[in-house]
Each structure stands twice: as structure tokens, then as C-alpha cells.
């Protein structure tokens, strides 16, 4: 078995809110291995991006510490966080807003090089060339701008900038959902082939659980900051146990009308309470149909319910 390429553990942050404090990560622990990808799916707000973001050190946690290639890297800063962040790198949701306008796609894509000294001009030129073969755009590409390019060209670009340090492990934040349902099978074939040939771990964070599920081993179910239930895809996919978990997976909707009509209808009421205010037990429990007194009061721990399996329900 491989070893873990970053562990977390006990992973917390918290933001002042109205004078009030706002608890948007709690208590996470996760390990993801070289070469494997980890699915992390759950309602917006719900702290995705931003334990994402912890991850990279562009949040400082409150508490908790970040395992990375077998070393702490929590409390890095200076010369140590630059150097830790050539390892770790990130793909944004929206890419028509995370490229600069201003700039040519060649200028992007070797802003990352020449930011960390990496060769010289004819080098860092020849390197964007490659870059761009890598994720299937033209060599014509490199002296034109972002707005010349559709959505899906452009997050293409993005990856090539993030591939430009040879990083090990890319986070990528809900990078299809502002494509195009064709575009983004594109993009997710895509992120596949760079998985095998490049031998990168991702963490992947996104709404989609029919794409999750094609590119994950591993998923994640997180919920008003805290995870509900992880383990291997299949065994997630095929038997949910938290009730949250059920209410996902069964909005995938089926190919087969006749199976979908025979499926029962799983129904998600209201909306989540506040992250300023959550509840005292079970942090699902003002929605959960299953919900029952002992809920209210006792909070559950992600327990071990299968092989590489666990979740936080009472039941």
C-alpha cells in the first residue's frame, strides 16, 4: 500500500463573523496517498474551499496540523512555505476570473517558473511549449490572451500553470462546474490521462457526485464543516449510511426511466442552520428524517462501520 502523500488531522478554522465567531472547518482528519484521488462533495458553504485553501496554507488553521510528504508543514513560513509550494498547487472554480486578463497565455503560464527562478528565458519558453501539448491546446496559443478563449480552453491553461512547478499533489475546486456538460467529460478525461502519466495525487472538490465518483478512490462527505462520512468509492457509493450521504447519492439521477420511477423519492427539508450557531448534537439533525431525541443531544464520531469506511450517525 502506498503512503500517504498528506495527512491532516484534527483540521480547524474559524472566522469572526458580525463580532461573532463562524466555525467554517471542525475536527478533520483525512490522509490522501501518492497517486490516489480524493473526492470531497457537499452543499455549498459547507467548507469545501476552505479547508482546500487550509491546505495550501492560504488559510492559517486554528488548530490541527498538515502532514506533507512526511513532514509538518503547519507552521511553515518564508522561504519553507514557498519551497513546500512548489509540491502543492491549485485549480480554481472559475476561469474566466482566475486568469489575468492583461497577461498573454506564455506570460501565465511562466509566471509560476520565473516566480521560483526556474531556468532561463529560451528554457521557461520551451517549457510552456511543452505544457501546452500536455493539456492538448495549440502552440499558437501562447501569444494570445484569456479572453480569446472559451471556458473550457481557458481552465486548460490554468492546469498547464499549475503543472509548471511538477507539482505532486493538485487541489482542484470545483474546476468543471462552470463548463459545459460536453466540456466537462473533456476536462475530466483530461485530468485522468495527467493522474497516470504524471503519477499526481488530487484532492477533488465538487458538486458533481456522478463525476466524483469517475475520478475518486476515496470520497468525503462534508457537512457544516465536518466530515459525515469517508471511504473508498465503491463501498460509498453502493451502501451510504449517514442519512446526508443517502440524500446525495440519491439525486444522481438514473439513465434507465424505469428503474428512476422505481426508486423511491429521498427528500432534503429546510435549510442548513447557521455555521454560527450549530446545533449542539448531531449537526445534521434539524434536517435528518431519521432524527431522533438522543440526536439533539449527543454529537457522533466518525466511527469504522466497514473496510476503509467510516461515519458519524447515532444509527
Known sequence: MNQPLIQVNQLTKSFLVNRQTLTAVRNVCFSIESGQTLGLVGESGCGKSTLGRILLRLYEPDNGNIIFRGEEITHFSGKKLKEMRRHMQMIFQD??????????????????LIVNGRGGTREQKKACAELLDLVNLPQNALGRFPHEFSGGQRQRIGIARALALHPELIIYDEPISALDVSIQAQIVNLLLSLQRELKLTYLFIAHDLAMVKVLSNRVAVMYLGEFVEIGDVDELYAHPSHPYTQILLSSIPCHDPIEERKRPPVILHGEPPSPLNPPKGCIFCTRCPKATNACWEQKPELKKIGRDHFAACLF
Do not use: G, H, K, Q
Open 95 to 112: 476561469p474566466f476570473a482566475s486568469l489575468n486578463p492583461r497577461m498573454t497565455v506564455e506570460a501565465i503560464i511562466s509566471e509560476p
